[in-house]
Nanobody
């Protein structure tokens, strides 16, 4: 499965931004898609997950109430709506794909940079 992420950019604190990630290839056994992020000098961390079968969302505490992950119409794709952005949200954001029955995310996108200025 290949993932194509887009939507990063430079914004000011308090602004909004939407990321998009589309999966292509053998996606029939999709369990879910998620976003992770990695700030400079820090480890990669989980941001949000959308599970396709249960249509359930899960968020990191640091983004609850500000970020919304949703399925994009028309395919195996998700959006991450990011509101009330903070400088600490600055990171490279990666989308990831997980197959049914797999313990790990098996495919990763190339990353898109989000920079939030104060």
């Amino acid at each position: 499965v290949q993932l194509q992420a887009s939507g990063g950019g430079l914004v000011q604190a308090g602004d909004s931004l939407r990321l998009h990630c589309a999966a292509s290839g053998p996606t029939r056994r999709t369990y879910g898609m998620a976003w992770f992020r990695q700030a400079s000098g820090k480890e990669r961390e989980f941001v949000a997950l959308f599970t396709f079968s249960a249509r359930r969302t899960t968020y990191a505490d640091s983004v609850k109430g500000r970020f919304t992950i949703s399925r994009d119409n028309g395919g195996i794709a998700v959006n991450l709506q990011m509101n009330s952005l903070k400088p600490e949200d600055t990171a490279v954001y990666y989308c990831a794909w997980k197959e049914l029955g797999s313990p790990d995310f098996g495919s990763w996108g190339q990353g898109t940079l989000v920079t939030v200025s104060s």
